[in-house]
């Protein structure tokens, strides 16, 4: 079975700097999709960023991006220019994508609450 | 907005009970999964239904049950209710259920237990 660890239970950065969040995972499978959700107070859970594990490129929207590294099973995420609006529960998730076209759930690590310091 | 729709939004009940949990996905979309959110386990897959059939099972409790009818919304039937079992549900949706495809997540049923 997967599992997915983030080792930060909570980061604290000022408005406008750069964080990064960590995240590893334990899979024997070499295809994969990985995840960053954010969930704000409002509990809604809302897709950041994605990466497909066969993509050596790293992913990037807008001020999010993510570094991937397959070898190392690590996949953090870094936010640049830090906004008050970031501020939530950041969850790493993975994906299995079998050859049938994959139909297991994602699965989470705990989260990393990210405050924002203005 | 992400279009799924959970009701109701919180539910307060006594253990031994049983309860319904609704889910309406997006429209078009004909894959839906319930995922349990608590405090001491995380977040946790329990159940995914691709077109009325049931696609793949996580970790979903005997004394739970799910179903997702003809017309795509989907029941989560939760029984014999249990203090643990106080939590908050979520759905979410899918076009199909491939690994390369964003599932939608609604804003969850918050389920508390006494």
């Known amino acids: 079975a997967q599992t997915v660890t983030q080792s930060q239970p909570e980061m604290s950065v000022q408005e406008a700097e750069t964080v990064t969040l960590s995240c590893t995972y334990d899979t024997s499978e070499s295809d994969y999709y990985l995840f960053w959700y954010k969930q704000p107070p409002s509990r809604q859970m809302i897709l950041v960023i994605r990466q497909e594990a066969y993509k050596q490129q790293n992913a990037t929207e807008n001020r999010f991006s993510v570094n991937f590294q397959k070898a190392a099973k690590s996949f953090s995420l870094k936010i640049s220019d830090s906004q008050l609006g970031d501020a939530a529960m950041y969850f790493c998730?993975?994906?299995?994508?079998?050859?049938?076209?994959?139909?297991?759930?994602?699965?989470f690590g705990k989260g990393t609450h990210l405050i924002i310091q203005p | 907005d992400s279009g799924v729709t959970q009701t109701p939004k919180h539910l307060i009940t006594a253990t031994g009970q049983r309860v319904t949990l609704r889910c309406s996905p997006r429209s078009g979309d004909l894959s839906v999964y319930w995922y349990q959110q608590s405090l001491d386990q995380g977040l946790q897959f329990l159940i995914q239904?691709?077109?009325?059939?049931?696609?793949a099972k996580g970790n979903i409790l005997e004394r739970f049950s799910a179903q997702q009818f003809p017309d795509l919304h989907s029941e989560l039937n939760l029984s014999s209710l249990e203090l643990g079992d106080s939590a908050l549900y979520f759905c979410?949706?899918?076009?199909?259920?491939?690994?390369?495809?964003?599932?939608?997540f609604g804003q969850g049923t918050r389920l508390t237990v006494v």
């Open positions: 998730a993975y994906r299995s994508a079998s050859p049938g076209g994959g139909a297991d759930g994602l699965t």
């Open positions: 239904y691709y077109n009325g059939e049931e696609r």
């Open positions: 979410a949706s899918s076009v199909d259920p491939g690994w390369d495809t964003e599932a939608f």
